[in-house]
């Protein structure tokens, strides 16, 4: 056979050519900045976007942006690996968590976090349902990210870069770190890219946070005849310090409309927070949990017969207003019941100082709606930044940090605004909810609390901890918060009667007499509340009667305990004195 011309090897070779595209081999520096590229690119999408699921969660914070590069990188090392046994794995894990994102996002308008995870988890029964209502706002999106996902991989794979088998090992140490800041953050692990950030919130409560659902009420219902109060009302406040309102001795008005109207409540005085962090106090109240079953080992909280599941059982409609996003609270019931017995409504308005204002409406409509009634309100309060929760025309306390809201150690400033806040959220706040109450016609209880009080930036033991709750190393004026009660009706000013006639409760509480308290209010038998739960308001309390709070995140097997001081009830006149210089003599 002849041999081959060399100009017939060199159409083979162009032809070739032409039928396979020439893939130059990318090492080194080189793809790595072209994938720097890549992230810079879905930087600017989430721009553009904010709800891209692959980017979720980036933002300029150097040690964020680090994290979700490393995280980013990896899954890029994946998706774009020449062997198809990694690739094709890795694509259908990315595409169910992503469609995990995409689909919450879609169908509640937030993306997918610690809330969504424990309510994943608690209504896996209610999965196809969800489907049916959902599927066509999902959809779209859903079929979006599979075609450009696709179209993405296959341009960077052809035109830009492959990445070697061994790359994709670096996926292992990316989800190792989302599931050690899942761990350590107790379920915050945004720096991270959505998939690895869906894995590890699914591990983290399916391991720690998912009891299984709720226990049945262990007490049978109440006759319908007993004496109850048919409207109640649980309000719990955010970061609002019981000696810090002038109705508790605290030098300035921070509670004017208080003040003017004491026959239409009973104030507590100080009480003590069972923990000083929004999640395990509002956990510990909407369970019941006593104090004497912390350290919570077996997740009681998560486990135990819940104040709305005892409503329900008692033949209230129940109703869930939460001005900051807290729906773990309440995942592990929200599927047990219809939405005309327990109905969740948020509000997160932009505006933070609004959004508890703009739910007292839907809370009159709902008292309108229905012969009894269970309200569970968690507020927007007092969080730091202070100035961010009082309006400019409302604020009549000095000058405060300014309109930047960063973090100062200037006492005086952060007093100021703390005080303008208090007298807008707390004492406005129920002055409006009052009137509201009064004209609804009504009989109704309401209880108010806080979940945990305050240590303002400047105060003594801030200098090292930039935190103003949450850390045990604080001093006990975190657990400092107020509880008080208000009655409209016969039935609802009959029951704040009887507190006022129990000389053992000013300034000996706690937030464990409010569990069994509301159940008294449902019309459960005194005997029977007394023997699975802690005393309530209306039982006399010894005197004085021992109070500890969990001082750090959490009231599981580790968790600290911290001492409330009988001095916490008496520091209202002094607080801050050496900034303030008070008139007011000293306290007793």
Same mark, same amino acid.
């Given at each position: 056979?002849?041999?081959?011309?060399?100009?017939?090897?060199?159409?083979?070779?162009?032809?070739?050519?032409?039928?396979?595209?020439?893939?130059?081999?990318?090492?080194?520096?080189?793809?790595?900045?072209?994938?720097?590229?890549?992230?810079?690119?879905?930087?600017?999408?989430?721009?553009?976007?904010?709800?891209?699921?692959?980017?979720?969660?980036? =933002?300029?914070?150097?040690?964020?942006? @680090?994290?979700?590069?490393?995280?980013?990188?990896?899954?890029?090392?994946?998706?774009?690996?020449?062997?198809?046994?990694?690739?094709?794995?890795?694509?259908?894990?990315?595409?169910?968590?992503?469609?995990?994102?995409?689909?919450? &996002?879609?169908?509640?308008?937030?993306?997918?976090?610690?809330?969504?995870?424990?309510?994943?988890?608690?209504?896996?029964?209610?999965?196809?349902? @969800?489907?049916?209502?959902?599927?066509?706002?999902?959809?779209? $999106?859903?079929?979006?990210?599979?075609?450009?996902?696709?179209?993405?991989?296959?341009?960077?794979?052809?035109?830009?870069?492959?990445?070697?088998?061994?790359?994709?090992?670096?996926?292992?140490?990316?989800?190792?770190?989302?599931?050690?800041?899942?761990?350590?953050?107790?379920?915050?692990?945004?720096?991270?890219?959505?998939?690895?950030?869906?894995?590890?919130?699914?591990?983290?409560?399916?391991?720690?946070?998912? $009891?299984?659902?709720?226990?049945?009420? /262990?007490?049978?219902?109440?006759?319908? +005849?007993?004496?109850?109060?048919?409207?109640?009302?649980?309000?719990?406040?955010?970061?609002?310090?019981?000696?810090?309102?002038?109705?508790?001795?605290?030098?300035?008005?921070?509670?004017?409309?208080?003040?003017?109207?004491?026959?239409?409540?009973?104030?507590?005085?100080?009480?003590?927070?069972?923990?000083?962090?929004?999640?395990?106090?509002?956990?510990?109240?909407?369970?019941?949990?006593?104090?004497?079953?912390?350290?919570?080992?077996?997740?009681?909280?998560?486990?135990?017969?819940?104040?709305?599941?005892?409503?329900?059982?008692?033949?209230?409609?129940?109703?869930?207003?939460?001005?900051?996003?807290?729906?773990?609270?309440?995942?592990?019931?929200?599927?047990?019941?219809?939405?005309?017995?327990?109905?969740?409504?948020?509000?997160?308005?932009?505006?933070?100082?609004?959004?508890? #204002?703009?739910?007292?409406?839907?809370?009159?409509?709902?008292?309108?709606?229905?012969?009894?009634?269970?309200?569970?309100?968690?507020?927007?309060?007092?969080?730091?930044?202070?100035?961010?929760?009082?309006?400019?025309?409302?604020?009549? #306390?000095?000058?405060?940090?300014?309109?930047?809201?960063?973090?100062?150690?200037?006492?005086?400033?952060?007093?100021?605004?703390?005080?303008?806040?208090?007298? &807008?959220?707390?004492?406005?706040?129920?002055?409006?909810?009052?009137?509201?109450?009064?004209?609804?016609?009504?009989?109704?209880?309401?209880?108010?609390?806080?979940?945990?009080?305050?240590?303002?930036?400047?105060?003594?033991? !801030? =200098?090292?901890?930039?935190?103003?709750?949450?850390?045990?190393?604080?001093?006990?004026?975190?657990?400092?918060?107020?509880?008080?009660?208000?009655?409209?009706?016969?039935?609802?000013?009959?029951?704040?009667?009887?507190?006022?006639?129990?000389?053992?409760? #000013?300034?000996?509480? !706690?937030?464990?007499?409010?569990?069994?308290?509301?159940?008294?209010?449902?019309?459960?038998?005194?005997?029977?509340?007394?023997?699975?739960?802690?005393?309530?308001? /209306?039982?006399?309390?010894?005197?004085?009667?021992?109070?500890?709070?969990?001082?750090?995140?959490?009231?599981?097997?580790?968790?600290? #305990?911290? +001492?409330?001081?009988?001095?916490?009830?008496?520091?209202?006149?002094?607080?801050?004195?050496?900034?303030?210089?008070?008139?007011?003599?000293?306290?007793?």
């Amino acid at each position: 056979m002849a041999p081959e011309s060399s100009r017939d090897k060199t159409e083979t070779s162009t032809v070739q050519t032409r039928s396979t595209p020439d893939r130059k081999k990318v090492s080194g520096w080189s793809w790595l900045i072209r994938i720097i590229a890549v992230c810079v690119l879905f930087r600017w999408l989430n721009n553009r976007f904010d709800y891209m699921p692959m980017v979720y969660g980036l =933002n300029y914070l150097l040690p964020k942006a @680090c994290v979700y590069l490393i995280a980013l990188f990896s899954l890029v090392a994946l998706l774009l690996s020449r062997s198809a046994w990694i690739r094709w794995p890795a694509l259908v894990w990315v595409l169910l968590t992503c469609g995990v994102q995409i689909g919450f &996002y879609r169908s509640t308008g937030r993306g997918f976090s610690l809330e969504e995870a424990i309510g994943f988890l608690g209504a896996t029964d209610a999965i196809g349902d @969800c489907l049916r209502l959902y599927w066509k706002l999902a959809l779209p $999106a859903l079929v979006a990210l599979i075609v450009i996902g696709a179209g993405v991989i296959w341009a960077l794979r052809r035109y830009l870069v492959e990445v070697g088998p061994w790359w994709s090992l670096t996926s292992l140490p990316a989800l190792a770190g989302a599931l050690a800041l899942a761990w350590q953050t107790q379920g915050f692990a945004s720096p991270f890219t959505t998939p690895y950030r869906v894995t590890a919130l699914l591990s983290y409560v399916m391991a720690t946070r998912y $009891a299984g659902p709720r226990e049945q009420p /262990l007490l049978p219902a109440p006759p319908l +005849e007993s004496e109850r109060v048919p409207h109640l009302i649980l309000i719990i406040d955010e970061s609002v310090l019981g000696c810090e309102l002038s109705i508790n001795g605290y030098p300035r008005p921070t509670t004017p409309f208080l003040e003017k109207h004491p026959g239409a409540f009973w104030n507590g005085g100080i009480a003590s927070s069972g923990a000083i962090k929004t999640e395990p106090s509002n956990r510990m109240i909407y369970s019941g949990l006593r104090f004497d079953q912390l350290p919570d080992a077996a997740d009681r909280m998560g486990k135990n017969p819940s104040l709305c599941s005892y409503a329900i059982q008692a033949g209230y409609a129940c109703e869930c207003l939460f001005a900051q996003s807290f729906r773990s609270l309440v995942a592990q019931d929200l599927h047990a019941f219809p939405p005309a017995k327990l109905a969740y409504t948020e509000n997160l308005n932009p505006v933070e100082y609004q959004r508890e #204002f703009e739910l007292i409406s839907p809370l009159q409509a709902f008292l309108q709606a229905h012969e009894t009634s269970f309200t569970y309100i968690n507020k927007r309060g007092a969080h730091f930044p202070y100035a961010m929760h009082c309006p400019e025309d409302r604020r009549v #306390f000095g000058k405060g940090t300014g309109a930047d809201c960063s973090w100062s150690f200037d006492l005086l400033a952060n007093v100021n605004d703390y005080d303008n806040c208090l007298r &807008y959220v707390v004492d406005e706040y129920l002055s409006r909810l009052s009137v509201a109450l009064e004209a609804s016609g009504k009989d109704v209880l309401v209880l108010y609390t806080s979940d945990h009080g305050q240590t303002l930036p400047g105060s003594l033991g !801030t =200098n090292a901890i930039r935190a103003t709750h949450g850390y045990a190393t604080l001093p006990p004026i975190t657990a400092n918060v107020p509880l008080m009660a208000f009655g409209f009706g016969p039935k609802g000013r009959a029951f704040i009667g009887k507190l006022a006639q129990n000389d053992t409760l #000013f300034n000996n509480c !706690t937030h464990f007499q409010i569990f069994p308290t509301l159940l008294r209010a449902m019309g459960y038998p005194p005997e029977q509340v007394q023997k699975l739960y802690s005393p309530s308001l /209306l039982d006399r309390l010894p005197r004085p009667q021992p109070r500890t709070y969990v001082g750090d995140l959490g009231g599981g097997k580790h968790c600290k #305990f911290r +001492e409330f001081p009988p001095e916490q009830n008496g520091i209202a006149t002094n607080l801050y004195d050496e900034v303030m210089h008070w008139k007011a003599p000293p306290a007793h």
